[in-house]
């Protein structure tokens, strides 16, 4: 018999919680209550005394100064309705976890298996609301319906001597464990059937593939010598939908496309990734000879650089858009979580040091009618930045750099970037910390948490567009403690030498990890039956899929098995010895006994068949604004401070830690009030160095809606010269891509995939001439093509995007300086050229225009400014550093002036521009390549002869009176605000969220 | 073990974060040994808490603050039994304690000791009377702070300190007491170490941002009447160099940070009293 420990704070101590959720009902929901007040109910599914029960309410489960609690009757009093949120069964609760330990540690017992503590919280409302009302209050605001369930109850009807039922949400099963066998010998119709009805996402090519794979006399012979029948069992067919997913294979960038220009010419690509991603740093790596930095590229988890003598520095960003859409605080949660498992399971494990998240959401302001099953933007808003912080926070990995970047096109699919970067030693035990091989009889260790159904399909269902049947499955919670028990645990083990290969489990879970390792070699055998699970009743096929968090899986030779687990053990982890490395040639797993797969390696890694995918470009033409449509050049920049997509993000960047760790040098937030808006960040993460590590990013999708080849080269741009600007050595220095696509391939649902596809291909011609112009390595990337919302005759395209992150070093980081202006009287400079690139700008955006003049980057005159910036940054030159992105130079110099605390005053005329052009253009043109900089008067002379021969234009000076004065081409001052004003335009739009 | 050293331990394990830099703090405080243990070796028995003299509790998430900050984590350590005796880790904290060592924790650190009892401790008993709870924000915060002390404490840490700038990160950091009663002898002790205030460290306040949390009396830091037992919401590891400093770029600064003054404090007190 269950009970219940329910924990209310006592009279008079204020409930932050309930009054959060009071304010957000009244902005999300328009609902104005009198009160809200919040309850933790504690539902206890385990054999315990009274007295042990009354202890826990006492202990670990209340605060004695400011909380009471009661034992199976409620404390719930003076309400009108009462909503009580649990979760579903099954869906991992991290409160529940950690209660159940503190019991144990409380009684000196283990719980006994199917035993367990299930958290929920009370809201008691009161005010004006009925319970149709408070049902859309539990629907659509305080719970996720996918992983949460609700009761809801009026004052008449709540029982106040025994409270509301403990119902515990035991996961309930009485399926028995069994291999199916499943028929493919049927018809194309019925073969797409399967494959529907399974979520597997595979295509009827891919379905006939596999079908003539099991018709073959020589198979059917193998398997009849491992007792297996004719038939594919449904954990093959779910191996293979697994490894073969878009997710996990990249059909879409290995695919043969055939390509026209648009003008006639034709040309077939054989694999977007081979030929310009890899492609790039092949060519950059061999014109680099023995000033290459890459160390391990494209064939790890994350891509490793060198850094110091003894230090290499591992980085990997990952989207994880879909289930953010679904659940947006579990999804981020999970994304961030997850993606620092990639780092830290690069070549034998590598320490995190930050953490980078970049958000692409619909306005959280957006007042249109939302299509069904698509959560408000505010919402995603709140749900994203809320999981990412827990995730970050709890993980003790400062988040040191992100963006949000605005946009009702990501109504379809908000995008969820998140990067994780580690430092890994150069050498550890006598080989290359980078080096992993799993050796023939390695036991494959799994470590840390269970097996349950979270995130089953996860990898196929993210190679689909969010649909109607969109699994609930799919959705994960991740669990932040045990996975840092986890890493604690895996550091002690690798510096004791006690494995040979560790990587994480993330999509397509053991499936996934364990065949990967196998391939170095040949094959495993895989005892699925021996895997922990959370809860008893998964099938054989569910266990070799789930992608359950928190899990590593770990090649360990066999005379150190024992270490190993005693170990874990000691350190409250838990390793479950499940199987072998061998060199079978075979993917075989085994159900107590039974076998449940057994495919040849080759067939399952490389017997995808190839997409054929027809691309065609057209270059497409925009309205321009008439320039009596513009307005004046002060109103304008006030507008722009004030676009979401410009406004400060403070709002979130305070809810992150960016300085665990003691190590951030240049922080996001920088300047006189420690608020403005830094370009990049720098961290130091030795001690006993003053190297550095600089991180930043571009990202402009905006651009897409003209040419995509610019919008690739664009961010490429932004991304280095925000590294730049912090001080990041140009010449060392990597990059990786993220892509985030719609779907490209032309078929009924998309009509206009060829020049979808058109699209993707001109990113990467970009992605690889400018990354061979700038010398930048790619190490490591990944992509997300199927981001599309599409129910009945609404679909929702995002815009293509790409995230371009880089990774780089600072040789000191004290010579780093800030995007501040920090003393009156010092010079003003302007770097670059500027010329009229209004195409797709913020403030074209803001005129509700398009245009056609897209920003290009010109490399081979930035890359020599960047290197001339190294210089003049080593010298001491500098006293700011700017970069000019959105909304160009007048929002670049408001911002540094007001995070400087000074003014600004400068001379359009000085600007040095490719022809002549209007203040409008000259003010809020997007030319990439520039910086805006402050110079000591004293220091001026050196610093002009560094950069003779190069666009710079003296602009003016940093002025003792807080005001930006801006002198447009005719003489007159067409820009005097005080910079309060400027700032207040800049902070008010996200203040409040 | 020399008797000469100055000997720092900082537990580490279940969800603390910031281990390494107070560790770290140590050492540039002129600790000549400042080891990161993890709570599994001390209840293994491996290591014996009595063979130092400054144990800190560092920042982090205990448990996940899953059941409201650090509580999870004081209950392990009252509970959890050291192997091959029958004592918690918390009688051995509590005998190192006795025998007029250092204890500093840092802000989950800081929540724990509250949580434990160790702090205030008024009158010498361990029963909470104060606690750490939710930010009237409602929400987590990074953001540096300016801090009062005051200087007729008996802190040993803050011992010729006017004010210091640190970072606070938390979510859980507005300090409560359990009754008017408790603040009082709190305060009439001259326990409640440091207290958010203005940047010329002149009052006290209860404005937002100054004071992030909402706290009573602006109280940040807390001591108990010996003095040797402080815990802090700010962080002090995370100012040890002039670069950690949000505006170093632009001030010009010593190259030693404001928290290790506290770390020097401390080994100054073990030097002159313990060695």
Redesign the interface.
Known sequence: MASRIVVALKDGVRDARGERVRREMMEHLGINLDRVRTIDVYTIDAQLSEEELLAAARGPFSDPVIQEYAVNRPLADDFDLLIEVGFRPGVTDNVGRTAREAIQYLTGRSFAPGEAVYTSVQYLLNGDLDKAGAEQVAAGFLANGLIQRWTIVSREEFDRASGLPAQPPRVVSTATPQIREIDLDVNDEALMQISRDGMLALNLEEMKAIQAFIAEPQVQQQRASVGLGRKLTDAELEALAQTWSEHCKHKIFSARIDYEDGQGNRETINSLFKTYIMGATRDIRAAKGDKDICLSVFKDNAGVIRFTDDWSMVYKVETHNSPSALDPYGGALTGIVGVNRDPFGTGRGARLIFNTDVFCFASPFYDKPLPPRLLHPRRIFEGVVEGVEHGGNKSGIPTVNGSLVFDDRFAGKPLVYCGSAALMPRELHGRPGHDKKAEVGDHILMVGGRVGKDGIHGATFSSEELHEDSPVTAVQIGDPITQRRMFDFLLVARDQGLYNAITDNGAGGLSSSVGEMAEDTGGFELHLDRCPLKYPGLQPWEILISEAQERMTVAVPPQQVEAFIALARRMDVEATDIGQFTDSGYYHCLYEGKTATYLPMAFLHEGTPQMQIPARWELKQHAEPSSTALPSADEALEQLLSRLNICSKECVVRRYDHEVQGATVQKPLTGIDNDGPADGSVVRPLFDSFAGIATAHGICPRYSDIDTYHMMACAIDEALRNYVAVGGNIDHVAGLDNFCWCDPVKSERTPDGEYKAAQLVRANKALYDYCLAFGVPLISGKDSMKNDYQIGSTKISIPPTVLFSVIGKVEDVRKTVSMDVKRPGDRVYLLGVTRAELGASELYSQLGFTGNAVPTVDAHTALLRYRTLNRAQQGGLLASCHDLSDGGLGVAAAETAFAGGYGLAIDLRKVRCERTLTDMEILYSESQSRLLVSVAPEQAEEFEKLFAGQPLSLLGEVTAEPRLRVTGLDGTLIIDRENSVLKEAWQAPLREL | MAQQQVRAIVI???????E??VA?ACRLAGADVADIV?L?CLL?GEVELNDYHFLNFA???L??????SA??G???L????IAGSSRTLADAIRGFIASGKLVMGVCNGFQLMV?MGLLPALGGDQR????L????????????TYLKVDPVSPCVFTRGLQGIYL?V?HGEGKF???TPAVLEQIESRHLAVLKYCDAGYQAPTMDYPLNPNGSTAAIAGVCDESGRLFGLMP?P??Y?HR??H?????ETLPEEGMGLWLYQNAVTFIRENLL
Do not use: I, M, Y
């Not at chain 2, 580490?12 to 910031?18: A, D, E, L, P, V």
């Not at chain 2, 009252?78 to 039994?81: E, L, M, Q």
């Open positions: 580490s394990g279940n969800g603390t974060n910031c390494r830099e770290n993890h599994s293994a920042g982090g998430f448990d996940g603050d899953d059941l409201g509580k999870a004081a209950n392990r009252n509970h959890a039994v949580k909470q009377t104060a606690t709870t939710f930010n009237d924000g409602g929400r987590f915060e990074d953001r540096w970072p990160r409560v007491t359990e962080h590891e995370a040890v670069t950690h949000p505006r170093w770029t632009r």
